[in-house]
């Protein structure tokens, strides 16, 4: 038997392609029973997101390469050209590895992004209650998740911010220290403001003001992220209780003078002020970075923090990258074991049927020899057998890989006839 990867994913089908191959929820159990149909399956997990379509299969490691890869064709009802181009096939410890690699976030689009892993889970726990799993692909995503899970606790590949919204938070973050209780104000409305606000309700803001030219739209969008909606000519006003200032939008002058945030600061009695400007063109003047207790970012601030910050993910993702190098041999071990365990038991029986045999016949005469002697003889032999036996069994053990593995015990089979043996008994 074979453990296999067939996917294609953002590194190797445009998005056009993937859409075509994605299988929502609904019809994996469906995807599941045509997957398990094919020449050799007998494992199967389906895998679908946004940037892969993978599956994870058991497959009988004799005749042609194909099971699962035509899966692609039945299922969707299309010709190979259309995908096979874009299609990659892994086998054994490189399906092992990727899966870890999948499950640790590591293979993602953005390294370290936390949905991941628990995608993983539910394809598993899908593919479980259709009984598509076995005990290989059980104990294989059982171990992928635990793998997931301790990259995440022992190394920081999923820590730093790596978009700007997300880095806009850790800004705020940083200097507040906690954020709960803060209020903020926001001008404009986009998507990066969207995904920043959202990032910051779960940190608790005390409250969230939307201010739009058009209060229409303001108050659409304030309803979308769970907040209120004010006139922008009324901004100002706001401002004086903010502790936050988040500018997206598509303005073609400055909102803010440095003038005006001057006046603001005298209101607010120089209390800390934070404001961050990701519109393009800028509409918060920079000259207010100068003001004492206001600090001002800009798109351009944020983009170096994702780009240092996702340098220093991919630092991480090479330390995770040794834990799951680690972690597949721990898996190919007991994999490699699991297929030779059969091998080498018959291996042992033969050899102890001989040691029986041999023994049963030199001790026939029982006037030859005395209790004690028979006694030496018998652990003379089982020693001798056990020294035999020994080599081939530590080799089959250790073999490199399961493909290794199943040639030496086929090798092994074949020199001794075991197979037949025990067809016979």
């Known amino acids: 038997m074979q453990i296999v990867v067939t996917g294609l994913n953002h590194r190797t089908a445009p998005v056009e392609l993937r859409e075509q191959f994605a299988i929502p929820e609904a019809q994996l159990g469906e995807a599941l029973e045509v997957l398990l149909a094919q020449n050799g399956v007998s494992e199967g997990v389906i895998l679908s997101t946004c940037n892969r379509v993978e599956l994870y299969t058991v497959e009988s490691a004799s005749g042609e390469r194909q099971g699962s890869a035509s899966f692609f064709r039945e299922f969707f009802h299309v010709t190979e050209h259309r995908y096979i181009n874009h299609l990659y096939r892994l086998y054994d410890a490189a399906a092992v590895r990727h899966l870890f690699n999948v499950a640790s976030s590591l293979d993602s689009m953005i390294v370290g992004e936390p949905q991941i892993l628990g995608q993983v889970k539910q394809a598993f726990l899908r593919a479980q209650e259709v009984r598509a799993t076995g005990p290989i692909l059980n104990h294989l995503f059982t171990h992928a998740l635990a793998v997931g899970k301790r990259a995440r606790s022992e190394t920081a590949v999923g820590t730093q911010a790596v978009s700007v919204p997300s880095a806009a938070v850790d800004l705020a973050r940083t200097i507040f220290d906690r954020l709960e209780g803060k209020r903020v104000v926001v001008i404009g409305r986009g998507k990066m403001s969207e995904l920043a606000l959202r990032h910051l309700k779960r940190e608790n803001v005390r409250e969230v003001i939307v201010v739009g030219r058009c209060l229409g739209h303001a108050h659409r969008f304030a309803k979308e992220v769970g907040a209120s909606a004010r006139p922008f000519d009324e901004a100002l006003t706001f401002l004086d209780d903010a502790d936050i200032v988040l500018a997206s939008t598509r303005a073609p002058h400055m909102l803010l003078s440095a003038a005006a945030v001057r006046q603001l600061m005298r209101r607010r009695h120089n209390r800390l002020l934070l404001i961050v400007d990701i519109s393009v063109p800028r509409v918060v003047d920079p000259a207010v970075n100068d003001l004492e207790n206001v600090y001002l970012f800009n798109i351009d601030h944020l983009e170096e923090i994702v780009a240092e910050n996702y340098r220093l993910r991919l630092e991480e993702a090479r330390k995770a990258g040794a834990l799951i190098e680690e972690e597949t041999a721990e898996f190919l071990e007991w994999f490699n074991s699991r297929q030779v365990v059969p091998t080498i038991q018959a291996f042992r029986e033969y050899l102890e049927t001989v040691r029986r045999e041999e023994v049963q016949r030199v001790l026939s005469d029982l006037s030859r ?25 530590v080799r089959l053990k250790s073999a490199p890989d399961p493909e290794t593995a199943s040639q030496f015990s086929a090798a092994l089979q074949a020199l001794f006839d075991l197979q037949e043996r025990q067809n016979r008994k």
């Open 369 to 393: 020899f005395t209790p004690e002697q028979r006694e030496l003889i018998e652990q003379f032999s089982r020693a001798l057998v056990n020294k035999i036996a020994h080599t081939p069994t």
